[in-house]
């Protein structure tokens, strides 16, 4: 029985197939193979000699099974590793293409400024591109005699002969929707109202078309140093910084008053913006108590409430964060441009995970 | 607005610094839009002294001069006359650079002698246009630098120029001594007083002024006096500087004169040539069609209702804004008539703006002038004239009376904490409005005639806070509105921008941000281009109409980009379109483009040209991302810029459309020079139907664990049955036990024969109670396949 156990083991650790070890197995552990036939001899012995030669006959069965598998599987990986040493790729190869889309930087930095101050409370507000000269002028204490309709290098509509309307005009600011949105939800109000703007006006720092964010806060009792605050927040949070330097100048727009443009501290260095440092002031809005004759144009009652306005470029602040060189690019669509300054579609500005990164 | 730091002292006794002062400028609201330090460049140039001249051996008008100089004794040759022992002169050492011949100073050798520097006149300094011989000062210790020389003994010459930008509001800060009574409100000086001259009416003039009836409310008050025997010439040097340093030029003394006073003291004038006035003057409205050739040389024709100053001749000036030609002052003028007016800033403002003209004078009186000032400026004008242009008075001439602009705001000064957030004694609020102007009376306070912008209450509280400076203000945090974690703010509308923008930069588009207006052929290729949406002015005839479409902007875009070698592109654009030109004809709209191919040729084959397909995936994933129903229809007919039979309106119901896809009409791309051919989509995010539900919940999931079964079907129908038909048809077979119907196949004529196409599908089972059967499974099938032939006419493939 060593015999046959030595003889069969050797065979299959011999064995250079699957075919040959599948003779073996017959040859070995078949219906008809020798250890099949030793176990029908089984039944001419004696008890005794039956009761050591049936166990031993087993185990070598089971022996010569396991030495089976082991070898197939042994033969299985390297037949594997074989096939696998012949399938190579160059890796290096390119990958099929996948476009990359990206976010306008205006786009972008409207829904900064919006997480910035929804956390504030403000919601949004908004109103039509194409307006009348009462909601873009009038009702902000800009009478039609002003100084500021002339500077503001106006766009008007066409009018059609035999209509004597006024000639309507696309919005110069975002301040209309100030007034349609007091009319519209009276007060307490806090909105920002972000959009597309026009002046007639096209050069090295204008472009006919340029984008404003509004803010307004209506209560009973908000004041200047409110408004200092709120821009005092926005600017650190817009501009990712700890701490910031806000220098209020008096000035005049007819719909505040008091009025004040908004400078930050900030240093230029190589042409590099740093907010927050520096000897620089940069004039980033402007902004003021909201005047009450803007108020009542409003339908609110400027005895009983009062409140801040303010107004930035969209565009300027994105330059000055982001590093956009020219205004003019933002609308041309060079595809270098927008890959370059574009965002990735899913770096959505919150405050949890951050603006920018 | 320019004024020089000598010019303010005149107003204002101080001894603050240029940067003092312009900080307080910027800080009051006079934002300081720059310094010209006019001795910068003469910084360099030092005081000499000439210690012995002699002969040049070989140039008989040159001197070789040994000059005592900070640097010692140095030899200068020089050519000037005036080159001689024991003057006081300005010297260039070598390396200084002279303004006056733009040349930098070097040592050289002028015939055979060297030369350590040169000795400078005021030409060559820029100082003025005197370069007869070298500078001679009257004092001066050598080596002291010749800007401090000059500061101390002639200011004027080295001051700085300080400009500053005006807003609206202050036309008072138009004159310097308005400037100079914001700096000393704010305590940087003291107002020096302006005494209102005499001057003695010698005769009664024989020109006299009438303003007619309905002109009186443009031309409330006018003031004249006639001067004879002047004689007018170059105004005095201190005269001439300063207009210089403001950038002025210096005509002749009468003009002169009446420039000086508009920036002095914000008092515009105007002179006429008595002797070329004919008759008297009259102050009126134009019938229309007048002419005038004014100051500028151009000439001017005045509309109906302008105002004219107009003598026998006809129009002499154009009321408030430019003098005319016909009478102005020339060299030659001996009798000159000056006249000082008030005029309606809105009348003014409307003339000076249909007419075209930016003159000093209509930049004032549209602000608005002081009106009380009105015969104090004429009697300052006259006073200087007579004093240095000789000649005798008149007495005043006059014509209607100045307006009373009196009016008085209580001030209220808890006004200034509740308003801005500043604490400020009352008894320093009053004592800032007091120095601007204002007269208190109790707690009322009576606004100065120069002040027409302190309209109320919230005009007091600004003047307080602008002269207490702004800069002091300290934030307070602004409560909010509720208590806890602020709720969301955005409108699902703008929800679903947002979402739709970045969908598609997901989806591998690029956004763009492009104009509102394009040129009105391309806005006709895109149903727009109607005078509605016309602009009356626009910048150039590129952007001539508020665009209908998205689309064309895009198509702009990549037209720039294919000529800078980009072929394929997928831009995007979400934002507003022009139905109409009145407020709120405008829609929302979400449109792409694809032009080229998917992406650049590749090793594996995958790139291919764009195709209608690739636009329907976007336009879908795009919907579906904004809540719009799975269940939609695609129907035909869109507007004409699309191709006719490669195109599909999204829709739910034959009105309700959600958006377009499609080829691009090879005639719009050929308009538009744009390589083709090109696939795009616009969608209408407002049409998309509001979720019916209120709340986030999901509801349950409905899901069996028994087996799905799919099958596979191919019918052979005509070509051009759609594919949507099948898969509804199919959908109907079993509503309860069909969860999906796709098209996985499609082959168009061959062994089918022309006009056939065969459409394969696979219909996916989902049991819910048992699992299927053989036989159940071909009831369904044979269900379907009933249906798909009565829908389409079509057969089972064999």
Redesign the interface.
Known sequence: MDDLKSKYLTQIADAADEASLEDIRIAAVGKKGEVALKMRELGKMTAEERQVAGPALNALKSEINSALAAKKAALADAALDERLRSEWLDVTLPTRTQRRGTIHPISQVTEEVTAIFAEMGFSVAEGPRIDTDWYNFDALNIPGHHPARAEMDTFYMHRAEGDNRPPHVLRTHTSPVQIRSMEATGAPTRIICPGGVYRADYDQTHTPMFHQVEGLAIDRDISMANLKWVLEEFVKSYFEVDGVDLRFRASHFPFTEPSAEVDIRCSWEGGTLKVGEGDDWLEILGSGMVHPKVLEAGGIDPTEWQGFAFGMGIDRIAMLKYGVPDLRAFFDSDLRWLRHYGFAALDVPTLHGGLSR | MKFTLSWLKQHLDTTASVDEITYAL????L?VEGVEDRGAKLADFTIGKVLSAEKHPDADRLRVCQVATDEGEKQIICGAPNAREGITVVVAKPGVYVPGIDTTIGVGKIRGIESFGMMASEREMELSDEHDGIIELPSGEVGDRFVDWLAENDPAKVDPVIEIAI????PDALGVRGIARDLAARGLGTMRPNPVPEVEGAFVSDITVSIDDDTLDGCPAFFGRLIRGVQNGPSPAWLQDRLRAIGLRPISFLVDVTNYFTYDLNRPLHVFDADKVAGNLRVHRAKGGEEIAALDEKTYTFQPGQMIISDDNGPESIAGVMGGAETGCTEETVNVFVESAYWD??QI??TG?ALKINSDARYRF??GVDPAFTPVGLDHACAMILEHAGGTASSVVSAGAIPDTSRAYRLNAARV??????EIHESEQRQTLTALGFKLEGDMAHVPSWRP?VM?E??L??EV??VA???K??????P???DGV?K????PI?RRE?IA?????????????????IDQASAKLFGGGA?????????SSD?SH?RPALLPG?LQ?AA??QA?G?AD????E???A?HG??????HLLVSGLLVGR???K???S??RPVDVYDVKADAEAILSAIGAPAKVQIMRGAQNWWHPGRHGKICLGPKKVLGVFGELHPRVLEAMDVKGPAMAFTLWPTEVPMPRKAGANKGALDISDLQAVERDFAFVVDAEVEALTLVNAAMGADKALIEDVRIFDEFIGGSLGEGKKSLALTVRLQPKDATLKDADIEAVAQKVVEKVTKATGGTLRG
């Open positions: 910027t800080d009051l609201g934002e807003t609206p509001n202050r800033p809105i403002a409307y703006r549209e602000r904490q509740s308003l801005v957030g500043m912008d109320g919230a005009d509280v600004e806070a602008r400076s702004l800069t203000l300290q934030g307070k945090p602004l909010r509105l509720t602020p969301p703010v955005m409108t703008q947002q923008r970045r969908t598609a930069a997901a989806l591998g588009y690029n956004e763009c941000v492009t104009y509102s207006f005078d509605a949406t016309m602009l009356e002015n626009p910048i952007m508020m895009l875009a720039r980009n800078r980009f592109l997928a831009l995007f979400v934002g507003p022009f030109g009145e407020p709120g004809e405008q998917t992406g650049p590749d090793v594996h995958a790139s």
